[in-house]
């Protein structure tokens, strides 16, 4: 009984090795640079090991997507517990966004098909994605109920602030202090929560 144990767990704990080391060799070299190759390599497995796990690099790259707006969805959820304040929770997740992205640039990179990663799957196609932007349009939602059209347009136009400052501070690292970008940012985000009253 032991054994039979034993090979499952083994089983996921290789499966988080490959998604570690993938994770590893783009924070590293970039993504362009993973290949299922180079992870074999790397954990000292053949490359037919590797594609038992992933088929493809693009099914990799959806699963640490995944992942991503997995661990998205379950700081919202939080911040949706902690705080009544509709404009506390939007500028908190605003704020977990922000930290997400500088915290782990790779994952963020291939949630939303940033530097050479390239998933090919829609990322709004996404069960994860239509859970973290669930979450969102609720938030706003209990801001002023309005229609389900005028939420998707409040909905855009947030995820369009925060993504797209997200992207130009991470582009603009060399040029501009993240601690500078963060002010714009935070800034903003608390202009677009009040501006929902």
């Given at each position: 009984?032991?054994?039979?144990?034993?090979?499952?767990?083994?089983?996921?704990?290789t499966?988080?090795?490959?998604?570690?080391?993938?994770?590893?060799i783009?924070?590293?070299?970039?993504?362009?640079?993973?290949?299922?190759?180079?992870?074999?390599?790397?954990?000292?497995?053949?490359?037919?090991?590797?594609?038992?796990?992933?088929?493809?690099?693009?099914?990799?790259?959806?699963?640490?997507?995944?992942?991503?707006?997995?661990?998205?969805?379950?700081?919202?959820?939080?911040?949706?517990?902690?705080?009544?304040?509709?404009?506390?929770?939007?500028?908190?997740?605003?704020?977990?966004?922000?930290?997400?992205?500088?915290?782990?640039?790779?994952?963020?990179?291939?949630?939303?098909?940033?530097?050479?990663?390239?998933?090919t799957?829609?990322?709004?196609?996404?069960?994860?994605?239509?859970?973290?932007?669930?979450l969102?349009?609720?938030?706003?939602?209990?801001?002023?109920?309005?229609?389900?059209?005028?939420?998707?347009?409040?909905?855009?136009?947030?995820?369009?602030?925060?993504?797209?400052m997200?992207?130009?501070?991470?582009?603009?690292?060399?040029?501009?202090?993240i601690?500078?970008?963060?002010?714009?940012?935070?800034?903003?985000?608390?202009?677009?929560?009040?501006?929902?009253?």
């Amino acid at each position: 009984m032991e054994v039979l144990e034993r090979k499952p767990r083994s089983r996921e704990q290789t499966r988080s090795g490959i998604i570690k080391t993938a994770k590893d060799i783009a924070r590293r070299e970039g993504w362009q640079s993973v290949s299922i190759r180079k992870i074999a390599d790397a954990i000292e497995y053949s490359a037919p090991i590797v594609y038992e796990y992933f088929d493809s690099k693009d099914v990799l790259l959806d699963e640490i997507r995944q992942e991503g707006f997995r661990h998205l969805r379950h700081e919202y959820e939080r911040i949706n517990k902690l705080y009544r304040d509709p404009e506390k929770r939007l500028y908190e997740i605003s704020m977990v966004q922000w930290e997400f992205a500088l915290q782990h640039p790779e994952m963020y990179q291939v949630m939303y098909n940033l530097d050479g990663a390239f998933c090919t799957m829609p990322v709004y196609e996404s069960e994860e994605t239509q859970a973290v932007s669930s979450l969102i349009q609720e938030i706003i939602f209990s801001f002023i109920p309005k229609s389900k059209q005028s939420i998707q347009r409040l909905f855009f136009e947030w995820w369009s602030i925060s993504h797209g400052m997200i992207t130009l501070a991470m582009m603009l690292r060399g040029h501009q202090s993240i601690e500078q970008s963060q002010q714009v940012y935070q800034e903003s985000m608390r202009r677009f929560a009040r501006s929902l009253k």
